[in-house]
């Protein structure tokens, strides 16, 4: 089975732009999460979406959006770039059925977002 | 205040012996989850292994074991007969509340400990 795959790997932005970045989960997993890792506040959650719909936010400004589409794939966007945007964003997917007693979150590469 | 506590940034290990990494992490609700990534040097996190908080046996993965005490709330990870592939930075974190909530896709993240195997 294909693991999580994101794109683009790497990024270079300039402060003030916008960026759209893309996560698609492992087949037949319906619930996707995005993280933000960066060396000064480590791995902070952003968001999750199941089933399209945004189950939990994190604590970002509105800068940063999600979707989740029919087919679970996920976009994330942020806009108005600002330098402290600088991170490795990881996105993750589970499975989500208690009957079979599993949320392990499996993460992708990550996208690696540089703003000048 | 923290919710998962590494206090160890950095271990070195020789080749082949065994090595604790150290998470403590503070929570009210009784049902949680705990788990360990490891993150190399690529970025990528790999899942690791899994505890539940009911769960009455510590959770073991091939060379991977997870010493659970409740009581205290540490989920330490043992790592035995390390290699030189072990080499990365290791994340505890927690899922609060119980398995398939609404809390499933948010993990709180520890800062992580960064492992050196020396051959």
């Known amino acids: 089975k294909a693991g999580v795959t994101q794109t683009p790997r790497y990024l270079i932005k300039t402060r003030g732009q916008q960026v759209t970045l893309s996560c698609s989960p492992i087949s037949g997993h319906r619930s996707v999460s995005w993280y933000q890792q960066t060396p000064g506040q480590g791995l902070q959650f952003l968001f999750e979406?199941?089933?399209?719909?945004?189950?939990n936010k994190g604590n970002f400004p509105g800068r940063f959006s999600g979707r989740q589409f029919s087919n679970s794939r996920s976009e994330m966007n942020v806009s108005t770039l600002e330098l402290g945007d600088s991170a490795l964003y990881l996105c993750a997917s589970s499975l989500w059925r208690t009957s079979e007693g599993t949320d392990t979150q499996y993460f992708g590469p990550g996208t690696r977002l540089t703003v000048l | 205040a923290q919710k998962i506590t590494q206090t160890q940034p950095g271990m070195f290990v020789q080749e082949k012996e065994a090595v604790t990494l150290d998470c403590t992490y503070d929570t009210s609700d009784q049902s949680y989850g705990l788990f360990w990534y490891k993150q190399p040097s690529s970025g990528e996190m790999i899942f690791l292994i899994y505890q539940g908080s009911y769960d009455e046996q510590n959770a073991t993965e091939g060379r991977y074991s997870l010493n659970f005490q409740k009581a205290r709330k540490s989920a330490n990870l043992v790592i035995s007969a390390s290699q030189l592939g072990d080499s990365a930075m290791y994340f505890c974190?927690?899922?609060?509340?119980?398995?398939?909530?609404?809390?499933?896709?948010?993990?709180?993240f520890g800062q992580g400990t960064t492992l050196q195997v020396k051959p």
């Open positions: 979406y199941f089933s399209e719909t945004q189950r």
């Open positions: 974190a927690m899922r609060e509340g119980p398995r398939g909530s609404s809390n499933t896709g948010k993990l709180i």
